[in-house]
């Protein structure tokens, strides 16, 4: 026997559906909001991933990076938004000068350690608006990704935010953080350690050195901001207090990613003491150059769809929502079957089909697999008569019905 891959998973059935089912929902709120989607492929030339200034683990330790046949460097995508950003400078998606909001949703792959809720290979729905800066283009993604959560019927959010400031606010706050953990560095964990010189910012979301007492005087990028940053920053909590989006400051949020600057947030959820983040984003406003593009800023968030379709489920008992409308047990000609098989189908009434004769105890028992609302038997004496034997599975009631009044009989019972 085959095995799947570490840290993969596969979905069938019920699941499969309800889990596209919510994609659609998740869809429908973003189109509410004027987003278009967006595809880029699963693998792209390696540098638009690794590239200079981006040195998270995510991007160092965890990307998934080959060569193909002819030796090109290739890497599949541990995030969507480098490829969009590609995608929009390689076909000059902005040469009309309006903002561009797109969406996107798609796999992704990251080479980490498998838990509850973290996969190698998992989807994200994203969005991201390339526009200049502007706070009401931060505020309205803020609001799109609560929107998503609440219309999946989830509570107990909250947005957690915190501002980077520019790049220049960044990199002095990046110098006070290292001048302040090089102080305490032997108490450091070892991961720390390590990234006391590679990644400073990230040592302000370790578990581990969080709990330690010299963490609690640790220096604040939102003390930090200059002017324009401390404003902008002020003006996208202004929104979110007036459009009641349930939020606290976390001085600590720096998020995975180094290409953020000014604005950075994580959307999370307490459901059944379940706490998750469910997505985050950000600004990025150099990205789009750093990739070959012209001066314009970008903004965005991803969602990790299997997280929140964890949560979707425990607030939605409702695996079993959608049943097969009929299932015909055909004790007949099965092309005369046929002919009403597809007679339902033309009219979107979903239905299958034996498609072998096998014992009639042997028909029902598969028929009754598929859990359908109505059982229609089909047998010579019912085609010779032009009618049907309709059952309903639930409340056992069954009667004969004329084909020519079939499709109005059970358009009028099927909810
Ligand atoms: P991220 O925080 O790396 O951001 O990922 C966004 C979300 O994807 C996380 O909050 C989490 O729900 C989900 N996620 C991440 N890793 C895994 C995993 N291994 N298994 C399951 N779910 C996971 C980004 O990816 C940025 N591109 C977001 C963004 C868009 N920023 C600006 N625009």
Known sequence: MFIKPKGTYDLYEEELELFQKLIDIVVNTAKLYNFRPIKTPLF???????????????????????????????TLRPEQTAGIVRSFVENKLYVDNSIKKFYS????????????????????????????????????????????????????????????????????????????????????CKDCMTRLDSNTLRILDCKICSSKEFFNNTPKSIDNLDSDSKNYFDSVIKLLEKFNINYVIDNNLVRGLDYYSEIVYELKANVSGLNA????????????????????????????????????KTQN???????????????TNIERSYEIVNLLRDNNISVDINHIQKSFKALLKNALNQNPKYLLFYGDNEYEKKEISVKNTNTQKQENIKISNLIDYLKGVIK
């Open 317 to 331: 008992n409702n695996l079993q929502e959608k049943r097969l409308d009929c299932y015909m047990i055909s004790l």
């Open 277 to 312: 983040t469910i997505g985050g984003g950000g600004r990025y406003n150099s990205l789009v150059s750093e990739l070959g593009g012209p001066d314009i800023c970008g903004s965005g968030f991803a969602i990790g769809l299997e997280r929140l379709f964890e949560l979707y």
């Open 105 to 188: 949703v798609g796999t992704n792959y990251r080479y980490e350690r498998p838990q509850k809720g973290r996969f190698r290979e998992f989807y994200q729905f994203g969005v991201e608006v390339f526009a200049d800066q502007n706070y009401i283009i931060d505020f309205e993604i803020i609001k799109l990704l609560f929107d998503i959560a609440t219309n999946l019927g989830l509570n107990d959010l909250v947005i957690h935010i915190n501002s980077l400031g520019n790049s220049n606010s960044k990199k002095t706050y990046n110098d006070k953080l290292y001048n302040y953990f090089y102080e305490y560095k032997n108490e450091l």
């Open 44 to 74: 792209e030339y390696s540098e638009v991933f690794h590239r200079k200034n981006e040195q998270s683990d995510m991007v160092k330790k965890e990307t998934y990076d080959f060569l193909d046949k002819a030796g090109r460097k290739l």
